[in-house]
């Protein structure tokens, strides 16, 4: 009567680690096929059956996945465990409530506590600390993540964005390699742990089934009133109990809790010991060669009747997923004593008449070879595994199965002879492993290298040497979407929009689900079409840069493609809905229609979508600036700063808005602050140095417009601005002569002219005056500047302060 009782308490565990374990699998194999509303379902049943944490952290990352960040907060608010932390964070973060996700992440109460996840846990705080505006400790966390993993390249953007990358030969040199070298290692390690730790398992409890079974056969000789299936299930439970209580030790002894993972089934079912219940055990390597060891027949017949608890198709099915998950398969053991019977052809198999395979990480020739002299079994053929979901073809390796035949009590010296060449290869194969690992991390790192140096360049503005950087890479790698975006960025901070456009285009036909850049894209697509309009000097541009007039026909050329910027928009809008992308050139196509109102609600939009998206913020303050409303304009232009204080263009916006309420001191401010981000851009200078002339600080101010000049030669615009300032300064001569240098390169330009007739003004030179205003009346001014220029004639007879306005 006990051991029934204790039969059927075995079987009911047995049962629920079952069911636990088929829920399971179901939640992961619906989110390996992107079934989220399918796992969340099921995982309900999970979690309600089998309440526990672990389990907890399995739904919660079920409605991360399924963008139902809120779900996951209520779900996992007041766990304690690493993961349960970790992904609390992360659901935090996505719910824009930074305290409590760094609260979660670095718990003030208990400094004992590590950052879990390691380098994705200091990633993740890293940017809570950037978004809180902890610029220091922002960047000390993206470090720390960039020193456990030197893989991280997020972590490595997100330097380079706050200025604070290193060189990217420093981050991804020699002690990368040797950091990456040391994981793999590790990771080797920890996989043949796993092995030492399931086969130590197996032989425990596969002993305790030879002595039950012995003890069980003398049983029924004596036992006559015992039915055969009563005596089959008896022994079935004693094995399950054996079994059981080896398991439990085992994960004791490694700290593992029993009960939070699931329990295998199948092989509990027979007499052969499964692998240990330890779900954190890690998953071995996939072996390096194509070619597999010899191959062995499994008998799947059992000699005894078997009861069935649970549907054993699929026991099989998830048993066979479960322990490839959590640690090595390996291949059961013989029934019987090894040297019971020597004409024995019985073989491994479970209790459910599957058998189970050993894959060995880094298996190769090597390991085939050191086990050749060893005959048993060799040359058999392959087992074959029929599932509900179709036939599986699963691999036996005989490699142990061979050792294990040769211990017998009689041939010990031949099984530490084995165990010695076992090793021998084992560590010939672990030296040509390092050395493979070694030279594959240097050929990842010098990829890396090339590319983070191009992009760090790229981030300080540097960008002529960005480009040279990014020329160094291969064709597979250049003409890659990333790339592509990255060169076009540079050639817009160039003022080079031709080329830009020109990468640009290229990447969207090599990618064109990729939606990375195409807001730069957008605006290059603006500015393109903007020059058909807008005239070489105005005293304010709105942000559009100047490019070279040597090319000023190919522009009008260009632009013969009036629908570009148009279609671009319709394509990203059918691409991705919600993308700030998408709805940035929207705004750009509104805008370029001067229908203002509509492109401020495409930009609003674009923050909506994500409100980190500091372009955004930006293009909503050129637009409030353009409806007059500079007040919001400012405010747009300080809310993109929040985000990033490093985005020069806010900067810039903040010091044309002051420039433009004549408030020179705040202007000359933000300009500075913009040219200290990016001192490469020309047009920057440009303007810093018309806030110092307004201001009268004239020397600085021509000190600027030099240094414009010789940062870009093709920009004329500081060239006009340090005529200007020679005019005021009264070195008139100075002043014609650079006026004279430009009206030979761009011929056409009205302000050029009305310069250079205020001058002769001055000099009492009227009949020049008169004749070079003529001439800018000619070449069709704008209405502003028709009405100066006009007034300047009326008054060319009389006496006045030369003025400096156009």
């Not at 079974?213 to 003398?218: K, M, Y």
């Not at 990480?361 to 074959?384: D, E, F, M, P």
């Not at 979901?389 to 099984?415: K, M, N, W």
Request: glycine letters at 6%.
């Amino acid at each position: 009567m006990k051991n029934k009782s204790s039969h059927f308490s075995i079987s009911r565990i047995l049962c629920r680690a079952a069911m636990e374990a088929i829920l399971i699998d179901c939640v992961q194999k619906s989110l390996r096929h992107f079934m989220y509303r399918n796992a969340i379902f099921i995982c309900e049943l999970l979690c309600a059956e089998f309440p526990s944490e672990v389990n907890l952290q399995l739904l919660a990352s079920c409605y991360l996945c399924n963008n139902q960040a809120y779900a996951a907060y209520q779900i996992l608010k007041g766990t304690q465990m690493a993961q349960s932390r970790y992904l609390f964070a992360l659901s935090c973060f996505r719910m824009d409530l930074l305290a409590e996700a760094e609260k979660a992440l670095s718990p003030t109460h208990d400094s004992n506590l590590e950052v879990p996840n390691g380098a994705a846990g200091h990633y993740l705080l890293g940017l809570i600390y950037r978004y809180t505006d902890r610029r220091k400790s922002a960047v000390l966390h993206f470090k720390l993540a960039l020193s456990m993993d030197p893989l991280f390249w997020a972590a490595y953007e997100e330097l380079c964005l706050l200025g604070s990358a290193e060189e990217a030969a420093a981050v991804f040199g020699e002690a990368a390699v040797q950091t990456i070298h040391k994981q793999q290692q590790q990771q080797q390690q920890h996989a043949f742990s796993t092995q030492k730790f399931v086969t130590g398992s197996e032989d425990h409890s596969q002993a305790s089934a030879r002595s039950f079974e012995d003890a069980s056969s003398r049983q029924l000789k004596n036992a006559n009133s015992n039915s055969a299936k009563d005596a089959f299930g008896g022994y079935q439970g004693a094995v399950a109990s054996s079994i059981a209580g080896n398991q439990l030790a085992s994960c004791a002894a490694s700290g593992l809790s029993f009960y939070n993972t699931p329990s295998p089934m199948a092989s509990q079912l027979s007499g052969i010991a499964p692998p240990p219940v330890c779900k954190n055990l890690q998953q071995n390597a996939v072996t390096a060669s194509n070619e597999s060891l010899p191959r062995s027949t499994v008998n799947t017949t059992l000699q005894a009747p078997r009861r069935k608890f649970v549907d054993e198709g699929k026991l099989r099915k998830i048993s066979g997923r479960l322990f490839s998950d959590s640690g090595p398969r390996r291949s059961t053991r013989l029934a019987g004593e090894a040297g019971g019977n020597t004409n024995s052809t019985s073989t491994a198999s479970t209790g459910n008449g599957t058998s189970h395979s050993t894959k060995y990480t880094g298996n190769s020739r090597s390991s085939n070879a050191g086990l050749r002299s060893v005959t048993i079994r060799k040359g058999q053929g392959w087992a074959s595994e029929s599932f509900e979901e179709g036939i599986r073809h699963d691999a036996f390796d005989d490699s142990r199965l061979l050792a294990q035949a040769s211990v017998t009590p009689t041939s010990s010296c031949d099984a530490r002879s084995v165990d010695q060449d076992a090793g021998a290869v084992s560590l010939s194969r672990t030296a040509y492993d390092d050395s493979r690992i070694h030279n594959g991390a240097k050929e990842i790192l010098v990829l890396l290298r090339l590319l983070g140096e191009g992009y760090r360049l790229s981030c300080t503005y540097k960008c002529q040497d960005a480009l040279d950087i990014y020329q160094k890479l291969p064709p597979k790698h250049y003409n890659t979407g990333w790339v592509l975006s990255q060169v076009g960025r540079a050639y817009f901070e160039l003022i080079d929009y031709l080329e830009a456009d020109r990468a640009f285009s290229l990447a969207r036909r090599l990618c064109p689900y990729s939606l990375d850049g195409m807001d730069i894209y957008s605006t290059v697509l603006y500015v393109l079409k903007q020059l058909q309009y807008l005239p070489l000097f105005p005293l304010f541009c709105d942000g559009c840069y100047w490019p070279d007039m040597k090319v000023r026909d190919l522009f009008l050329q260009h632009l013969k493609e009036d629908m570009k910027l148009s279609y671009l928009a319709q394509e990203l809008l059918s691409t991705d809905r919600l993308a700030p992308q998408t709805w940035c050139a929207m705004g750009n196509c509104y805008s370029l229609q001067k229908d203002h109102d509509m492109a401020l609600k495409n930009f609003q939009r674009a923050v909506q979508l994500n409100s980190k998206f500091a372009y955004a913020h930006t293009l909503c303050g050129h637009e409030h600036v353009a409806l007059e409303d500079f007040e919001s304009g400012i405010r747009s232009f300080q809310s993109a700063l929040c985000v990033d204080p490093r985005h020069y263009n806010a900067w810039y916006g903040l010091g044309m808005v002051y420039l433009r309420q004549e408030k020179f001191e705040f202007a000359e401010h933000h300009f500075r602050r913009a040219f200290q981000i990016n001192p490469c851009s020309s047009v920057i200078m440009s303007y810093l140095g018309t806030a110092l002339h307004a201001l009268k600080r004239n020397e600085e101010a021509l000190m600027m417009m030099e240094k414009a000049i010789v940062a870009d030669k093709k920009n004329p615009l500081p060239v006009y601005q340090k005529a200007i300032i020679l005019s005021s300064m009264g070195t008139y001569d100075e002043a014609l002569e650079v006026l004279e240098e430009l009206k030979e390169y761009a011929p056409r330009e009205c302000s050029i002219y009305a310069l250079m007739g205020k001058i002769y003004k001055r000099r009492n030179m009227y009949d020049k005056a008169m004749l070079h205003f003529g001439i800018a009346l000619d070449l069709k001014p704008s209405a502003a500047d028709v009405a100066t220029i006009k007034a300047a004639i009326e008054k060319l007879h009389v006496p006045d302060d030369l003025d400096d306005s156009l």
